[in-house]
């Protein structure tokens, strides 16, 4: 098997055990091995698939790419990526999706929730589309439309199982919030995940193998 279709096997595997597990498969695992068992097995999952799309993704090696970003892209790029990052960070503070969590009734969005009602998703999708406007190789396209695929429809299926679960007090949920980032209007996303989104920002492309960020223009 050749590394790329290493990587759009495990792209698939990625995406498609996902979805799986969320929905059709999530009754009847979680009935054999408890909830805490479930969560344990999605987990490794998610890990092995991901480990194998990396691993295949540098087996690879160096692709041509199918166009070259100018600086105005990779400065657009900064700035998606750090709300990615801000986005990210705020979702764990007070975030219904989570384990655990409840959505009680009249419940107001606040923080990142006040943009978007899927902030951690859409964390990973603009990281995802940030990586691939700035590489724009093949490899790229698969590893990264993977990541896109999973955060945009895990996010539908996520509303749709939460519609069903919860219903009027999702409806209620859902009513004061987008699904698209900044689709009902600018918010402030409170300074917990504006802080640390941003520190997150700075510290993960100051570690990136090549400068980028702020840093392709800093030092």
Do not use: C
């Amino acid at each position: 098997m050749t590394p790329q279709a290493g990587l759009f096997l495990s792209a698939i595997a990625f995406v498609g055990l996902h979805f799986l597990l969320s929905h059709p498969l999530r009754a009847s695992l979680v009935g054999r091995l408890g909830e805490k068992g479930f969560q344990g097995l999605y987990s490794v999952q998610a890990l092995l698939t991901f480990g194998l799309m990396i691993y295949f993704y540098r087996a690879v090696g160096q692709e041509p790419p199918v166009w070259t970003a100018g600086e105005w892209v990779w400065a657009a790029a900064a700035l998606v990526m750090w709300l990615g990052a801000i986005l990210f960070v705020g979702s764990f503070l007070g975030n219904p999706a989570l384990p655990g969590a409840r959505l009680d009734r009249g419940k107001v969005p606040g923080g990142v929730f006040a943009i978007t009602r899927h902030p951690m998703m859409w964390g990973f999708a603009t990281w995802a589309a940030v990586h691939l406007a700035v590489i724009g190789t093949p490899k790229a396209m698969v590893f990264d439309g993977a990541l896109i695929i999973l955060a945009i429809a895990g996010s539908i299926g996520q509303d749709a199982k939460k519609q069903k679960l919860m219903g009027e007090r999702f409806h209620e949920w859902a009513a004061q919030t987008a699904f698209v980032p900044f689709s009902r209007g600018v918010a402030w996303p409170g300074t917990t995940a504006f802080v640390g989104g941003t520190l997150l920002f700075l510290v993960a492309t100051w570690l990136h193998p090549f400068p980028v960020g702020i840093w392709r223009w800093i030092g």
